[in-house]
């Protein structure tokens, strides 16, 4: 009998381990081609399964993520805001039918708009990251100016994501407890549930204990963010934690020490969309997924769980580059026993395809636009949206988030998603110059610009006094702008001229150096 247990335990850990090193396999495999850099922490029922950190948390110091390291967490920040609301609400001090009105009745809509609208995002109430142009210096400055704001749609009809209304929520917390909002989530969820390394405001935290924000880390090349005034997140994403923080967040739900049962299940229940009481809800391979994934300037995060197995994936990344949906399911498939692959050679691909880079009409409203961008051969659509592109075989890539794939004859691509594939010629695009400083100004066409190798030029082009910008094919999905004295940068701002005629010289020989010369004829 001892024998036969002494084999049962070796074959137990051989099996572990190599569940350990298939895991390790995949998150390796996006650190290697900087599309992760960060920690993961990997529970089931209550057990680590898997935790490593990758790259680092501060690349000019050479200081390297570790189990400790703290990360902004942005928005998984609404499932903690959702929590001590449903808590109040099992306390009686809140109601989940409980109007707007009560708390904020100059506000349109406030006598249709309840508590549970805020948490599932139905409100209709307008969303400040519209525009960005709702002040968050204080709760009288945001009122004041939501009261001039009408309804997007009626409350409880549709879906749309809001952080506006979360900030709400957080007002809500410190009428009804009495205390701000930040010692109210201390008191209701972060001492309970003994998560001593979170808080709020990552500026707060000292330099050797928090991760540093990048826009990309991709082997030696970095680039940092900018860092964001806690004022603009707040109850809506401004938590700052560890990976093993969230993993007591978890426990404490899973073993109902915060929340009863019933008022747990309503939270995991969708309403519009997939959005129930502050978790997003999928069903993955079967089994019934509530998730909160965070994202802002520096930072990546994903809360992953599999309530009825209690298993819980932790991804927190200080880069905006990291693909944290497509190691999200990649993880879900390991666990769950399902093939997936892994991302090939990303430097032969940059090779044999920057050739292709340009802009490709897939449909009447929907342009692909093929470029580089942080040592990375990216798609981004006319609609803004990004994503990196993989290898998926000889003369063939992918983007992996959609599961679209692209290869090319001749001139043309050839568009695979969905079963479906379409074959659409490159567009003859190039860079433009527009500006008020130009003949047509900001409106009108833009002045062409003759690509000469890695230089795009015009000549004698009239300029007045004002200012210009570069972008692509008349759109500004690509474009550049004024970064320093030296070098100019994706999204860059306004540069301004002086009058007169001039060859301007666009050089993009060093993507992370791209320079102007304004030369005068």
């Known amino acids: 009998m001892r024998i036969l247990l002494l084999i049962f335990l070796?074959?137990?850990?051989?099996?572990?381990?190599?569940?350990?090193?298939?895991?390790?396999?995949?998150?390796?495999?996006?650190?290697?081609?900087?599309?992760?850099n960060g920690n993961v922490h990997i529970t089931e029922k209550g057990k680590t399964i898997f935790m490593r950190s990758y790259g680092y948390a501060d690349m000019s110091a050479g200081r390297k993520n570790t189990a400790a390291t703290r990360f902004n967490a942005y928005s998984i920040t609404k499932p903690v805001t959702a929590t001590v609301l449903l808590k109040l609400v099992a306390e009686g001090k809140l109601n989940l039918h409980q109007r707007l009105s009560s708390f904020y009745p100059s506000l349109p809509g406030s006598d249709s708009i309840t508590i549970r609208h805020l948490l599932s995002h139905t409100s209709g109430i307008?969303?400040?990251?519209?525009?960005?142009?709702?002040?968050?210096?204080?709760?009288?400055?945001?009122?004041?100016?939501?009261?001039?704001?009408?309804?997007?749609?009626?409350?409880?009809s549709q879906f749309r994501y809001s952080n506006t209304g979360y900030f709400l929520l957080g007002f809500i917390i410190e009428k009804v407890t009495g205390i701000s909002y930040e010692a109210a989530v201390r008191q209701y969820v972060l001492s309970p549930a003994g998560m001593h390394e979170s808080g709020f405001d990552l500026r707060t935290v000292s330099d050797g204990k928090k991760a540093k924000g990048y826009i990309y880390i991709n082997g030696k090349k970095s680039e940092e963010a900018p860092v964001w005034d806690y004022r603009e997140l707040y109850s809506a994403g401004g938590m700052y934690t560890t990976t093993a923080d969230l993993q007591r967040f978890h426990?404490?739900?899973?073993?109902?020490?915060?929340?009863?049962d019933s008022?747990?299940?309503l939270s995991y229940t969708a309403y519009q969309k997939n959005y129930g009481l502050g978790w997003f809800v999928d069903s993955i391979a079967g089994k019934k997924?509530?998730?909160?994934?965070?994202?802002?300037?520096?930072?990546?995060?994903?809360l992953i769980r599999d309530v009825a197995n209690d298993i819980c994936i932790v991804l927190l990344s200080n880069s905006e580059m990291s693909d944290i949906v497509v190691l999200r399911n990649k993880l879900l498939a390991?666990?769950?026993?399902?093939?997936?692959?892994?991302?090939?050679?990303?430097?032969?691909?940059?090779?044999n395809f920057y050739k292709y880079e340009g802009a490709y009409n897939i449909t009447n409203s929907l342009t692909l636009y093929l470029h580089r961008a942080k040592s990375m051969l990216m798609a981004t659509t006319n609609k803004g949206r990004s994503s990196v592109l993989l290898p998926a075989g000889k003369d063939a890539m992918m983007i992996e988030a959609i599961g679209a794939y692209l290869s090319?004859?001749?001139?043309?691509?050839?568009?695979?998603?969905?079963?479906?594939?379409?074959?659409?010629?490159?567009?003859?695009?190039?860079?433009?110059?527009?500006?008020?400083?130009?003949?047509?100004?900001?409106?009108?066409?833009?002045v062409e610009m003759q690509r000469e190798g890695k230089k795009w030029i015009a000549r004698k082009v009239i300029l007045k006094k004002g200012v210009i910008k570069f972008r692509y094919n008349n759109d500004w999905v690509l474009n550049y702008g004024q970064s320093n004295a030296l070098y100019l940068c994706k999204d860059g701002k306004d540069i301004k001229?002086?009058?007169?005629?001039?060859?301007?010289?666009?050089?993009?020989?060093?993507?992370?150096?791209?320079?102007?010369?304004?030369?005068?004829?």
Do not use: C
Request: cysteine-free; overall charge neutral; charged content about 25%.
């Open 10 to 36: 070796l074959l137990a850990g051989k099996t572990n381990a190599q569940s350990e090193q298939r895991l390790h396999a995949i998150v390796n495999a996006y650190y290697q081609i900087g599309l992760f």
């Open 126 to 156: 307008y969303n400040y990251n519209n525009d960005f142009s709702m002040p968050v210096g204080s709760e009288k400055e945001m009122i004041d100016w939501l009261e001039e704001k009408p309804l997007d749609f009626k409350p409880g």
């Open 251 to 260: 426990r404490v739900l899973q073993d109902g020490k915060i929340l009863p």
């Open 263 to 265: 008022l747990m299940q």
């Open 289 to 302: 997924i509530v998730s909160h994934s965070g994202g802002a300037t520096g930072f990546r995060s994903y």
């Open 334 to 351: 390991e666990l769950n026993g399902q093939p997936y692959d892994l991302p090939k050679n990303i430097k032969r691909l940059q090779q």
């Open 408 to 446: 090319f004859k001749n001139d043309s691509l050839i568009f695979s998603q969905k079963g479906e594939t379409v074959t659409v010629p490159r567009l003859k695009a190039g860079w433009g110059i527009t500006g008020s400083a130009t003949e047509n100004g900001w409106g009108g066409r833009d």
């Open 497 to 521: 001229v002086a009058p007169g005629t001039y060859k301007i010289v666009l050089d993009l020989t060093d993507e992370d150096k791209v320079q102007l010369h304004l030369l005068k004829e």
